[in-house]
């Protein structure tokens, strides 16, 4: 098996980011604290997608907004740099994606407005802890991600289909498992959906190929529970033809100095 390193300290994985040392998924990495998803938008689409971003809170729930223009994080990581402090970055244009790239430093404007939305990654921690490890975790892969056929709340020109990641347990834990993650509403709270994932348009054998993960076999005596997942913006970027949005690169996160314990007092 391929050794994974293994990051404690939030602080050095993003300094190691910023000089370009670490390029992978942040699955696994710096347990104990919230990792984040990322969408950078000018002003002028700000609003509409913070209004996306309340009437769909399961996808995009928020954790911090930036100043127009400000690079800088205030609040769950004092000082992070959002152009360099994540191990990789998506560019879409006209809802295409045109590029990836590990630093977005010149293509930053005075106008751009950073949103740092819950990921689940911080909740797979806890899992782990609590006895429900995940392969996806073990392997520092992102989970299964798979755009469903359920239509989100659109706000202004945003709009398009959610996007959700699945995990498997054994029948007898799902209960604990759903009262487990309904703690963490910052971070995707408790499954949106319990058992057949046909219904809302998903294979978990079968990951989207432009988001790609683990895939997912439920085995016997085992149910699926089916998360909302922080790649939707990126789905309706594509949907709502956004002009321009930065995003993440899947499994890429923003991994920040908030604490579970911290998110929890919230």
């Known amino acids: 098996m391929t050794h994974i390193m293994r ?14 040392l670490w390029r992978s998924s942040t699955s696994g990495q710096c347990p104990g ?6 969408v950078i938008l000018p002003r002028d ?4 997608f913070l209004l996306f971003c309340n009437r769909n809170p399961k996808p995009c729930p928020i954790l911090e907004v930036t100043d127009p223009g400000d ?16 191990p990789a970055y998506r560019v879409f244009r006209d809802g ?19 949103f740092l939305l819950g990921c689940s990654y911080t909740f797979d921690a806890v899992l782990d802890k ?13 989970p299964g991600i798979y755009v469903t056929n359920i239509p989100c709340k659109p706000a202004g020109r945003f709009k398009g289909p959610l996007v959700v990641t699945g995990r498997a347990f054994a029948g007898d834990k799902a209960a604990e498992v759903v ?22 348009g998903v294979d978990l054998t079968r990951p989207d190929p432009q988001y790609g993960g683990y895939p997912l076999h439920v085995g016997a ?26 995003t993440h690169k899947p499994g890429h996160m923003f991994v920040s100095d908030l604490t579970v314990d911290e998110l929890m007092r919230e």
């Open 130 to 142: 609590s006895g429900f490890p995940q392969p996806h975790t073990t392997e520092g892969r992102e």
């Open 7 to 20: 990051y404690d300290d939030p602080k050095t994985l993003r300094a190691d980011c910023r000089q370009g």
């Open 96 to 114: 295409e994606i045109v590029e990836e790239r590990t630093d977005i430093s010149d293509l930053w404007q005075d106008d751009f407005v950073g």
């Open 221 to 246: 005596g085992q149910v699926a529970l089916i998360w909302a997942c922080g790649i939707t913006p990126q789905t309706v970027a594509k949907a709502s033809r956004v002009p321009f949005m930065i």
């Open 71 to 86: 690079p800088f994080l205030k609040d769950i990581a004092p000082q992070a740099d959002l152009r360099t402090d994540l």
């Open 179 to 200: 009262m487990l993650t309904s703690r963490f509403g910052k971070t995707h709270g408790a499954p949106i959906y319990v058992g057949d994932p046909s219904t809302i």
């Open 45 to 48: 689409s700000a609003f509409d």
């Open 33 to 38: 604290y919230v990792q984040a998803n990322l």
